[in-house]
């Protein structure tokens, strides 16, 4: 079974820009959820879906970031305008439920320049 | 959530048993331990979760003490692929609030 796919998996672009990242979840798991990580830190979350649902976005920064999951499946993660300051891996994963363990992906590496 | 503290580093020997300490003297009864693992370029990887008893799966065990402050994870014979930042986490039982928060876990290397 295929695992979280992520897309793209690296990233550059130039500051100002917009980007999006995109994520198709493990099959039939509900919770989704979207993390920054920084180089040489932990995974932070920025937003948590109960099936189509943001149910957690509390640590997401409104004013540039945005994301959608439609239907429920898969979702993007929008950046706009990026900042230098975004530069860093983001990280989607999946969870049957959302007290259940969640499953990576491998992330997508974002450089702004 | 509970905040966990691990050592930021350690090395193990191939071959040899990896005992990883975890910290989390303010446990609440309704809380799970979590281990996640992350291989370089890699995302977090599941590795093993419990209340209260012991656990044991094909990655490795994990040892909670009676009172329910302080954990080990326990990779059985380490291999070079085992290198990786490991963290351990406190995550509510419950759905309400669920979400996992890392910490800076423990940057493990296996040598050889």
């Known amino acids: 079974e295929a695992g979280v796919v992520q897309s793209p998996r690296y990233k550059i672009i130039e500051k100002k820009q917009p980007v999006a990242f995109w994520c198709n979840p493990i099959s039939g798991h509900n919770t989704l959820y979207w993390y920054l990580q920084n180089l040489g830190q932990g995974p932070e979350l920025l937003i948590r879906?109960?099936?189509?649902?943001?149910?957690?976005d509390s640590q997401l920064p409104k004013d540039r970031f945005s994301a959608e999951r439609l239907k429920g499946v898969d979702s993007t993660l929008k950046i706009q305008p990026a900042e230098l300051g975004d530069s860093a891996v983001y990280l989607c994963?999946?969870?049957?439920?959302?007290?259940?363990?969640?499953?990576f992906g491998q992330g997508t590496r974002l450089t702004v320049v | 959530d509970a905040k966990t503290t691990q050592p930021p580093s350690m090395d193990c020997a191939e071959g040899r048993a990896a005992n990883l300490p975890c910290n989390h003297s303010t446990i609440s009864g309704n809380e799970y331990v979590y281990w996640y693992r992350q291989i370089h370029s890699q995302g977090p990887q599941y590795i093993i979760h419990?209340?209260?008893n012991n656990e044991t799966n094909e990655m490795a065990s994990l040892i909670i003490t009676e009172d329910r402050k302080s954990s080990t994870l326990i990779l059985p014979h380490a291999t070079l692929r085992d290198t990786a930042v490991y963290y351990c986490i406190v995550r509510p039982r419950l759905a309400a609030g669920n979400k996992l928060t890392f910490g800076g876990g423990t940057r493990v290397l296996v040598k050889p």
């Open positions: 994963a999946s969870s049957l439920e959302s007290n259940t363990e969640a499953f």
């Open positions: 419990g209340l209260k």
């Open positions: 879906y109960e099936n189509e649902e943001a149910v957690d």
